[in-house]
């Protein structure tokens, strides 16, 4: 079935430094989603990403979707507090329903 | 109006009870999920309503019965739970099943955080 990977597990930075997750995927996807959950929240959509090699920005987040369709990223430019939580992808395999990786859990040193 | 509600917010039942999750949204969307979130895992879909018919059931126990009695509302039922079956249930909504390419993000509810004892 289809797996959805996601490095690092944990990440720990400085406010001011810039963080970045990769999420893979043992298929193609046909879309890949971003989801942010604060410690004791609920997931928040961030975005989605369709197109091969495509890149959108919100703000100090820069996310990328890979050429092949099986790879994406999302980075964080000067890091803030208010960055804290776990980052989830969730990829879309042509089939009914997402699937969420693991997550990167960020935490921000102030 | 952009929420999807849960309640309740916490439940403790024992493993001999009958209880139920709702779930409300009034965005118009027509695809409703119910994940189950252990701590610092992700979400892991149980079922998927589109169009009020279940469109999947992820080879969940019978012990959990999902009910979809119109566009807006969505049930978890429970019954005789196991205490693995302790997590965060979250309810999510999105205006289309997650196949189409566009209108799929979802809008989590703020959860239901389970203890069965």
């Known amino acids: 079935g289809q797996q959805v990977m996601q490095i690092p597990q944990y990440q720990h930075v400085q406010e001011g430094e810039d963080f970045t997750t990769y999420c893979n995927s043992s298929?193609?996807?046909?879309?890949i989603q971003w989801y942010k959950q604060r410690p004791g929240g609920h997931p928040v959509f961030l975005i989605q990403?369709?197109?091969?090699?495509e890149v959108k920005k919100q703000k100090r987040l820069t996310f990328q979707f890979g050429e092949a369709k099986k790879n994406s990223s999302l980075h964080i430019t000067a890091t803030q507090t208010t960055d804290v939580g776990t980052y989830f992808c969730?990829?879309?395999?042509?089939?009914?329903?997402?699937?969420f990786g693991p997550g990167t859990r960020l935490s921000v040193l102030p | 109006d952009t929420e999807v509600t849960q309640t309740p917010k916490h439940l403790v039942m024992g493993m001999t009870n009958k209880k139920s999750l709702k779930c409300e949204q009034h965005?118009?969307?027509?695809?409703m999920y119910w994940y189950k979130q252990k701590a610092k895992k992700p979400p892991e879909l149980m079922f998927v309503?589109?169009?009020?018919?279940?469109?999947i059931n992820e080879s969940v126990p019978s012990r959990f019965s999902p009910e979809c009695p119109n566009s807006s509302l969505l049930n978890l039922h429970l019954h005789a739970l196991q205490p693995e079956d302790s997590a965060l249930y979250l309810c999510a909504s999105s205006q289309r099943q997650g196949f189409q390419t566009a209108n799929t993000e979802a809008f989590f509810g703020q959860g239901t955080r389970l203890t069965v004892v």
């Open positions: 309503y589109s169009y009020e018919k279940l469109s």
């Open positions: 965005m118009g969307h027509r695809a």
């Open positions: 969730a990829g879309l395999n042509y089939g009914q329903n997402f699937v």
């Open positions: 298929t193609t996807l046909s879309n």
């Open positions: 990403l369709v197109k091969s090699g």
